[in-house]
């Protein structure tokens, strides 16, 4: 017995370390395959398939139960992919026909192709069982689950068979999709696998379980048969129709107009983007999920506009994406009205350069001009950002980053200080070959009119990761006149450490798959005021992950905060607010528990209570998903926050509600409906958007938005949207 365990560990050994080396060949043919979800050409036979994945769940030590198996051919125009997938049946899960759906939860694969060698960027194809697809981009080495980028679309092709126990998928994607360099014969590749009829998940090349599945520091190669020639990208122009028919309610004012305008995309030298936009609308985005805020500070919200999509990274990623980031491509498009409140500010039009110069070096210009808006004080503005990223040592880079907002003509009710305002920024992040560390350090320094000192940001982070733990230290500096006009910077005036500590325990056998225990002390403190202690929270955490995929939580938050201003944390109209210059320390907890997503129904619930400033804070959120696969999901959120403060200050119960129902009819007819209530922004609104893409990436849509005034359930403001797009390849 002691003898077959040294053996199983060393054929795991050599596993394990046989695992960076893996590669599989591309066969060139000079003939066309048909896409039918059927390899009968002779050409699959010839092709020696990429397969022996490897479990990453529920363990990360053995090969997986169902395997799957990935052939590539290409000829001068095309890659082909041939893929079959083992399954124990046809009892797959397939929420919807939505294209780009989420992987959690379903059967899929999904494909990731590091085409520059650099492990920092990839382009990502999926598939479910029954062939809907999904194409998404992926920055900064795959760290964090918001490196992904699902709205960016490109054309490509695909068909699936399910058979008893498989079911095989047939690839046709254009080399035009991808950006490489001309005479490449290597990508680095990797693949993972979701079944839900075994619970597991599986990886091509071996990834710990520290790490994300879609990490790009694990990867094995793609070989070409030969050199990969110029691709030969088309001309893409995608122009638009949109006819707007809205309502004012408050003023009594009705408008109808017509809406041309569009897109045009160009690739330069197989590896560049220009992307130009004339008249842009983005009317067809779904609309924000509210938030309920209990905070003194703005919350950010996630770009969905197309145009600002691909190769964001180079703009986005640079500072503190919570503290101090410099540029938040949502400020463009948005701007202050003369109450103070934001309103839509027309986009004019723009560029955006972007992409890999060589190898090693990425490069990012975008300029944006907005219109004037004289009755509401808002001056025509450029909008522009410069950004280059060199990439050092295995997998990190060095970047540089220059931002200039600037209007372009004067206006008498223009303040000097507004005339423009630049920032000026070096950023390096570090990940290691295998990502065990990791890290980011950086200086910005912002340039405005009558100031010349004290407009710096700068931080960092360095994290170890490990099986058994992952330790961070990191803090950010944001000193008082930093300005970032086209950034989110929360607040300025601070000085931040935010060091985590936690420990993994990977029980054997138990119904838990991992759990652990986690220490994140926050402290601010504010320069100004000779380093006065302004904030702190200790959170102390317990975390488990079940074999079964579902989650559970414990928290609890020790706080204190001292009031530099009045605040109402309830929001409440002409209530007294706690006093400013107080002291307040309080201690809340916090549950929550998310069930197994594969269920029919799946659920998430997230009691908290405690105190609160000078008070207590009693919170539900909960959430409910339907799925009558494939044609139906719906889902409800509700947010519960009920405040009691001492006399003389308010008390408030708030609520937020959520409603989405999304029917897929076919592949190419959608119907989403999303309805939100919120009592704190005293709105009851409606977003409902029939979809029919009635050829690749081209689509008519049907868009009806509606506010309510909710103390008299009185209408607001409702539009009406009939919108055509198509895309043009010349």
Same mark, same amino acid.
């Given at each position: 017995?002691?003898?077959?365990?040294?053996?199983?560990f060393?054929?795991?050994?050599?596993?394990?370390? @046989?695992?960076?080396?893996?590669?599989?060949?591309?066969?060139?043919?000079?003939?066309?395959?048909?896409?039918?979800?059927?390899?009968?050409?002779?050409?699959?036979?010839?092709? &020696?398939?990429a397969?022996?994945?490897?479990?990453?769940?529920?363990?990360?030590?053995?090969?997986?139960?169902?395997?799957?198996?990935?052939?590539?051919?290409?000829?001068?125009?095309?890659?082909?992919?041939?893929?079959?997938v083992?399954?124990?049946?046809?009892?797959?899960?397939?929420?919807?026909l939505?294209r780009?759906?989420?992987?959690?939860?379903?059967?899929?694969?999904?494909?990731?192709?590091?085409?520059?060698?650099?492990?920092?960027?990839?382009?990502?194809?999926?598939?479910?069982?029954y062939?809907?697809r999904?194409?998404?981009?992926?920055?900064?080495?795959?760290?964090?689950?918001?490196?992904f980028?699902?709205?960016w679309?490109?054309?490509?092709?695909?068909?699936?068979?399910?058979?008893?126990?498989?079911?095989?998928?047939?690839?046709?994607?254009?080399?035009?999709?991808?950006?490489y360099?001309q005479g490449?014969?290597?990508?680095?590749?990797?693949?993972?696998?979701?079944?839900? @009829?075994?619970?597991?998940?599986?990886?091509?090349?071996?990834?710990? @379980?520290?790490?994300?599945?879609?990490?790009?520091?694990?990867?094995?190669?793609?070989?070409?048969?030969?050199?990969?020639?110029?691709?030969?990208?088309?001309?893409?122009?995608?122009?638009?129709?949109? &006819?707007?028919?809205?309502?004012?309610?408050k003023?009594?004012?009705?408008?109808s107009?017509?809406?041309?305008?569009?897109?045009?995309?160009?690739t330069?030298?197989?590896?560049?983007?220009?992307?130009?936009?004339?008249?842009?609308?983005?009317?067809?985005?779904?609309?924000?999920?509210?938030?309920?805020?209990?905070?003194?500070f703005?919350?950010?919200?996630?770009?969905?506009?197309?145009?600002?999509?691909?190769?964001?990274?180079?703009?986005?990623d640079?500072?503190?994406?919570?503290?101090?980031?410099p540029?938040?491509?949502?400020? +463009?498009?948005?701007?202050?009205?003369?109450?103070?409140?934001?309103?839509?500010?027309?986009i004019?039009?723009?560029?955006?350069l972007s992409?890999?110069?060589n190898?090693?070096?990425?490069?990012?210009?975008l300029?944006?001009?907005?219109?004037?808006?004289?009755?509401?004080?808002?001056?025509?503005?450029?909008n522009?950002?410069?950004?280059?990223?060199?990439?050092?040592?295995?997998?990190?880079?060095i970047?540089?980053l220059f931002?200039?907002?600037?209007?372009?003509?004067?206006?008498?009710?223009?303040?000097?200080?507004?005339?423009?305002?630049?920032?000026?920024?070096?950023?390096?992040s570090?990940?290691?070959?295998?990502?065990?560390?990791?890290?980011?350090y950086?200086?910005h320094?912002?340039?405005s009119?009558?100031?010349?000192?004290?407009?710096?940001?700068?931080?960092f982070?360095?994290?170890?990761?490990?099986?058994?733990?992952?330790?961070?230290?990191?803090?950010?500096?944001?000193?008082?006149?930093?300005?970032?006009?086209?950034?989110?910077?929360?607040?300025t005036?601070?000085?931040?450490?935010?060091?985590s500590?936690?420990?993994r325990?990977?029980?054997?056998?138990?119904a838990?798959?991992?759990h652990?225990?986690?220490?994140?002390?926050?402290?601010?403190?504010?320069?100004?005021?000779?380093?006065?202690?302004s904030?702190?929270?200790?959170?102390?955490?317990?975390?488990g992950?079940?074999?079964n995929?579902?989650?559970?939580?414990?928290?609890?938050?020790?706080?204190?905060?001292?009031l530099?201003?009045?605040?109402?944390?309830?929001?409440?109209?002409?209530?007294?607010?706690?006093?400013?210059?107080?002291?307040?320390?309080?201690?809340?907890?916090?549950?929550?528990?998310?069930?197994?997503?594969?269920?029919? +129904?799946?659920?998430?619930?997230?009691?908290?209570?405690?105190?609160?400033?000078?008070?207590t804070?009693?919170?539900?959120?909960?959430?409910?998903?339907?799925?009558?696969?494939?044609?139906?999901?719906?889902?409800?959120?509700?947010n519960?926050?009920k405040?009691?403060?001492?006399?003389?200050?308010?008390?408030?119960?708030?609520?937020?509600?959520?409603?989405?129902?999304?029917?897929?009819?076919?592949?190419?007819?959608?119907w989403?409906?999303f309805? @939100?209530?919120?009592?704190?922004?005293?709105?009851?609104?409606?977003?409902?958007?029939?979809q029919?893409?009635?050829?690749?990436?081209?689509?008519?849509?049907?868009?009806?938005?509606?506010?309510?005034?909710t103390?008299?359930?009185?209408?607001?403001?409702?539009?009406?949207?009939?919108?055509?797009?198509?895309?043009l390849?010349?």
């Amino acid at each position: 017995m002691k003898n077959s365990s040294i053996f199983v560990f060393f054929i795991c050994f050599c596993a394990f370390s @046989q695992e960076p080396n893996k590669s599989t060949l591309v066969k060139y043919i000079d003939k066309e395959i048909i896409i039918d979800g059927v390899l009968d050409e002779p050409y699959w036979s010839e092709v &020696t398939p990429a397969t022996n994945f490897f479990q990453y769940f529920p363990t990360d030590t053995t090969q997986a139960k169902r395997q799957a198996k990935i052939k590539f051919m290409f000829d001068d125009k095309n890659l082909y992919v041939g893929i079959k997938v083992e399954a124990k049946g046809k009892d797959f899960i397939v929420p919807s026909l939505r294209r780009d759906f989420r992987a959690g939860g379903s059967d899929n694969i999904t494909l990731l192709f590091d085409t520059f060698n650099d492990g920092t960027n990839a382009f990502i194809f999926g598939s479910n069982p029954y062939g809907v697809r999904r194409e998404m981009l992926l920055s900064g080495g795959g760290n964090d689950i918001r490196n992904f980028n699902g709205a960016w679309d490109t054309k490509w092709f695909g068909k699936s068979v399910i058979h008893n126990n498989h079911y095989v998928l047939e690839w046709k994607i254009p080399l035009s999709a991808f950006k490489y360099r001309q005479g490449e014969t290597k990508w680095r590749f990797n693949s993972y696998h979701f079944d839900t @009829q075994d619970n597991e998940q599986s990886t091509w090349v071996h990834i710990p @379980q520290n790490q994300y599945i879609f990490n790009l520091a694990f990867m094995g190669d793609m070989i070409f048969e030969k050199p990969l020639g110029k691709s030969k990208s088309p001309i893409s122009i995608i122009p638009f129709m949109n &006819t707007i028919t809205s309502k004012d309610f408050k003023n009594n004012q009705t408008d109808s107009n017509l809406k041309i305008g569009g897109d045009a995309k160009l690739t330069i030298a197989n590896s560049m983007n220009l992307d130009l936009t004339l008249n842009p609308d983005f009317s067809q985005v779904e609309v924000d999920r509210q938030v309920t805020n209990l905070t003194r500070f703005e919350v950010g919200l996630p770009e969905r506009r197309q145009f600002f999509i691909e190769n964001s990274d180079l703009f986005s990623d640079f500072g503190d994406q919570r503290d101090a980031n410099p540029f938040f491509s949502r400020r +463009i498009g948005i701007a202050k009205d003369t109450n103070n409140n934001n309103i839509e500010n027309r986009i004019i039009a723009g560029v955006r350069l972007s992409g890999k110069v060589n190898n090693n070096l990425r490069l990012g210009i975008l300029s944006m001009q907005t219109d004037e808006d004289i009755a509401n004080e808002i001056p025509t503005v450029n909008n522009s950002v410069v950004s280059i990223q060199q990439k050092v040592f295995s997998r990190s880079n060095i970047s540089m980053l220059f931002i200039n907002k600037q209007n372009t003509k004067d206006y008498d009710f223009l303040n000097d200080k507004d005339r423009y305002n630049r920032v000026l920024g070096v950023d390096y992040s570090l990940a290691s070959k295998d990502n065990t560390w990791s890290g980011k350090y950086f200086l910005h320094k912002s340039f405005s009119p009558g100031i010349n000192s004290n407009d710096y940001s700068a931080g960092f982070r360095t994290e170890f990761n490990n099986r058994l733990l992952n330790i961070r230290l990191s803090g950010v500096f944001v000193a008082e006149d930093f300005k970032s006009d086209l950034g989110f910077v929360r607040r300025t005036d601070i000085l931040k450490m935010n060091p985590s500590f936690e420990l993994r325990f990977w029980p054997k056998n138990k119904a838990i798959q991992r759990h652990s225990f986690s220490v994140i002390p926050i402290s601010i403190w504010r320069p100004k005021l000779n380093y006065e202690n302004s904030d702190y929270t200790i959170i102390t955490r317990w975390e488990g992950n079940f074999k079964n995929n579902s989650e559970i939580r414990l928290a609890m938050f020790n706080r204190f905060t001292r009031l530099y201003n009045d605040f109402d944390p309830t929001g409440t109209e002409n209530a007294i607010p706690l006093p400013a210059n107080q002291n307040y320390y309080y201690t809340s907890f916090d549950a929550s528990f998310r069930s197994d997503q594969r269920k029919k +129904i799946s659920y998430r619930i997230n009691p908290s209570f405690g105190e609160f400033y000078n008070g207590t804070k009693y919170s539900l959120e909960t959430s409910l998903t339907v799925r009558l696969q494939p044609y139906f999901l719906g889902s409800i959120q509700m947010n519960y926050d009920k405040i009691e403060l001492p006399d003389p200050y308010p008390d408030t119960s708030i609520w937020l509600i959520g409603p989405r129902l999304d029917v897929t009819f076919t592949k190419n007819i959608f119907w989403a409906t999303f309805l @939100q209530y919120s009592n704190q922004r005293e709105n009851f609104s409606i977003n409902t958007r029939l979809q029919w893409r009635v050829a690749p990436l081209s689509d008519l849509f049907l868009v009806y938005n509606d506010n309510y005034a909710t103390d008299i359930f009185s209408p607001k403001y409702r539009t009406f949207n009939l919108k055509f797009t198509y895309w043009l390849s010349i």
